[in-house]
């Protein structure tokens, strides 16, 4: 019996090296393309993807995340916006005035409405400035303002959108 144990050494660089090396760039670069944006907000692209939670944006830097596990319901007015409902210990109630936020946008069937926050697929809404609303001309959907209320009775809630929309009370 022999003594050289040659025979039984693997190479150093293994073939899957390179490969490995490579995964944590393309994997990055595969979650980027599953999201999209327009100037107003950011969605997920594949119909059966699910955000975890939406953010909204204020033009002073701040922002609020609402878990998609909250949002009760929602209703949109083509004239004042979308109210979205989440409850947990309190009653939160998000109105998003805009215009055109039933369009969809980038040729990808989303929108805010009916393909987005009922499918869960909006990541973030923002406000936006005067110039980005110059930016999208006619036909696309506009943020100018998002307003957030809470809530710890349901007669606060009714007095809160009697005054900003009144429209919405039931």
């Known amino acids: ?14 073939h899957l090296a390179g490969i490995a090396a490579r995964l944590p760039k393309e994997r990055e ?14 969605y997920l692209r594949g119909l059966r993807e699910r955000a975890i939670a939406v953010e909204f944006r204020f033009r002073d830097g701040n922002s609020d995340w609402f878990s998609y596990s909250h949002l009760t319901g929602f209703r949109f007015n083509p004239s004042v916006g979308i109210l979205l409902k989440f409850t947990g210990d309190l009653v939160s109630l998000v109105l998003i005035r805009g215009s055109n936020l039933d369009a969809l946008v980038n040729q990808s069937m989303v929108n805010l409405t009916d393909r987005g926050f009922q499918r869960h697929r909006i990541l973030w809404v923002r406000e936006m400035d005067e110039d980005e609303l ?29 005054k900003v929309a009144p429209v919405f009370v039931r």
């Open 29 to 42: 670069g595969a979650e980027r393309s599953e999201e999209e944006s327009c100037l107003g907000f950011g």
């Open 134 to 162: 110059r930016k999208v001309g006619q036909g696309g959907p506009t943020i100018d303002r998002i307003e957030v209320a809470e809530f710890e009775s349901h007669r606060e809630m009714n007095d809160w959108l009697r």
């Open 1 to 14: 019996m022999s003594d050289d144990i040659e025979v039984l050494d693997f190479p150093r660089s293994s």
